[in-house]
């Protein structure tokens, strides 16, 4: 009864935040909304898809021109995009409740969720990340649900789908292969089954370092934003000097190698660059926010990372799932650390939701496990 009644309070506070949200800001736009809605349109008038590297960006224009076959305008793509969410927002809870095994977890993870604004106005916007988030929350549930690998096949297709959502959403199919990976290297029958299953983590890898270079990064030119010396991506006001004049790489070289010959050239340029980077995509905050904003990320979210990786560190959820989390998070971090940093932290909001599930999972078992102390201690 007192989870029924939980339950409906968050979903009541949910409906409340997007109605508030949608009567006050409607239908939001970014400098990307239009690039997303000119390719829709040629999707929906010639069935034009690119065959360049803008392929990469098909699939949320694909969902765009669906909905505006259908007959849906901006503001009914805003509806479903933010219905979606709360579709995944309830397989979000029972994921939670399904790995935490109490009810703690669920209800405080899915109200750090619904709560948290920085990830939730993302469902009022034409952009990819509400999409994404709620396909990659409805994938993991399908994961944590499955016992066997054949049953686990059933999230590959959203899997494929987020891959295509956006040009780095290949993540969750990499991360698909790790939990693929830990879910074989547990069950090897021998030692020497587990080392043949290490080879697959010495070639994905390098595949995806050549789809990375060949196709996905193409039209980013990495090392521009170090010669910048912007750590956040368009803003001036948190500049990295370098201590010598900065070296380029050839013009004509791939995007990877630049970065190479750029690392080799300026290590510690690249290096303090990169690192403001990593503690920024991590930390969240920014100068420009508010002191409450920031202050309420510190309290939050610092405490949830070091309950995540207690929640990681242990064997009560299944290996391939931790490695599916684990996969996704640093693969965020690595693309953040390297590219740039969203002046608005977007690129952890993508990924937020298992912070917020895991970290959820890590302190309900600490508060249980100290409440049966003190149960015994009394006993």
């Given amino acids: 009864m007192y989870e029924r009644r939980a339950q409906v309070m968050l979903a009541l506070a949910w409906l409340a935040l997007h109605t508030v949200l949608f009567s006050i800001h409607g239908v939001r736009h970014t400098s990307d909304s ?26 949320y224009p694909t969902f765009l021109a669906l909905l505006f076959k259908i007959g ?36 405080l993870a899915t109200f750090l969720l619904i709560g948290w604004y920085d ?26 649900k499955a016992r066997t690998v054949r049953q686990s096949l059933w999230a590959l297709p959203l899997l494929l789908v987020v891959a295509l959502v956006r040009p780095n959403g290949f993540i ?16 090897a029958p021998s030692p020497r089954a587990k080392v043949i299953l290490v ?26 934003t170090y010669a910048k010396g912007e750590v956040i991506f ?45 503690f920024l995509f991590w930390g969240n905050v920014k100068p420009y926010f508010s002191v409450l904003h920031n202050l309420v990320v510190v309290v939050v979210l610092y405490p949830l990372y070091f309950f995540t990786g207690a929640a990681m560190l242990k064997g009560r959820i299944r290996l391939p799932l931790r490695a599916f989390v684990a996969f996704l998070l640093l693969q965020q971090a690595f ?19 298992f912070v917020f599930m895991f970290g959820s999972v890590g302190l309900s078992w600490l508060l249980l496990k100290q409440a049966a102390r003190k149960q015994h201690a009394i006993a």
Avoid: C
Wanted: charged share 10%; aromatic share 16%; no cysteine.
């Fill in 34 to 59: 239009e690039s997303y809605l000119t390719y829709a349109a040629a999707i929906l008038d010639n069935f034009h898809f690119a065959a360049d590297y803008r392929l990469k960006y098909a699939g």
């Fill in 72 to 107: 849906f305008g901006l503001k009914g793509i805003v509806v479903v995009q933010t219905l979606l969410s709360g579709i995944a927002t309830i397989y979000f809870y029972k994921a939670t409740r399904l790995l935490a095994g109490n009810v703690f977890a669920p209800l």
């Fill in 119 to 144: 990830l939730q106005m993302y469902h009022a916007f034409i952009l990819t990340e509400s999409l994404y988030i709620s396909l990659l929350l409805l994938a993991f549930y399908l994961l944590v």
């Fill in 172 to 187: 969750a199919v990499v991360a698909y292969l790790g939990y693929l990976f830990f879910g074989a290297y547990t069950a």
């Fill in 199 to 224: 080879l697959p983590v010495i070639l994905v890898p390098l595949a995806t370092l050549l789809l990375v270079d060949q196709y996905l990064l193409q039209e980013f030119d990495i090392v521009q």
């Fill in 234 to 278: 368009g803003y001036k006001g948190l500049l990295i000097s370098a201590d010598k004049q900065v070296l380029m790489p050839l013009a004509d070289a791939s995007p990877l190698t630049k970065l190479y010959l750029f690392v080799h050239d300026n290590p510690t340029y690249f290096f303090r660059m990169s690192g403001w980077r990593f």
């Fill in 335 to 353: 693309i953040t650390t390297v590219t740039s940093e969203d002046p608005i932290g977007r690129f952890l909001m993508s990924v937020i939701a």
